[in-house]
């Protein structure tokens, strides 16, 4: 595992294999924050580690750096982030612009989901911002489906692996699914 800085007080923590450019990141969350909600609301009980799982897979089978943000309490009182938690939320990083999900909006006892994105182009973030919503939308639209993980030999060919997403590592191939309506997705 490897920590990137994005600013003071922000990391970005990446997974065995990850790569990525750091100076693309030099000031990305000085320009102006981009958000989006997905206008739902779920009740507290709602486990929230399941949607992390779904944006990891989501983000991955579209081309999409899947990075999770951890940040200090200095930078989110500050106001330069306002994750979901702290300690690490799920976060895409995809030509030059970062997303993550935000802080939940709370209305009484339910909450909403949101995204707060950056970028050189605010287009290009308020985009960002809006595909990590949709994401989070599908997933309630699922029936805030629970993940199911398979493990297999790293030998396994691809043709032999279960419907997911496949994750290579050094000693054995993940695939993480999901069963959504009596079937795994």
Not at 66 to 76: E, G, P, S
Not at 84 to 97: D, K, M, N, Q
Not at 134 to 150: D, F, Q, T
């Amino acid at each position: 595992m490897q920590y990137v800085d994005v600013a003071d007080g922000v990391h970005l923590r990446l997974d065995e294999g990850q790569r990525l450019d750091s100076q693309g990141l030099d000031g990305l969350l000085e320009t102006p924050r981009q958000e989006a909600w997905a206008g739902v609301s779920l009740p507290p009980p709602t486990v929230l580690a399941d949607l992390d799982l779904w944006l990891a897979t989501r983000t991955a089978d579209a081309g999409q750096q899947f990075v999770v943000l951890t940040a200090q309490d200095a930078a989110i009182s500050s106001g330069v982030v306002a994750p979901s938690w702290r300690f690490g939320t799920p976060a895409v990083l995809h030509e030059g612009t970062l997303a993550y999900r935000s802080e939940l909006r709370w209305t009484g006892d339910a909450f909403d989901l949101g995204a707060y994105a950056h970028g050189p182009a605010t287009s290009a973030a308020a985009a960002a911002a809006q595909r990590m919503v949709e994401y989070m939308r599908a997933w309630v639209n699922a029936g805030c489906p629970a993940p199911v993980l398979h493990v297999l030999p790293a030998q396994t060919p691809d043709g032999d692996l279960p419907a997911g997403t496949a994750v290579d590592k050094r000693h054995s191939r993940l695939v993480l699914a999901f069963t959504t309506e009596g079937r795994e997705s």
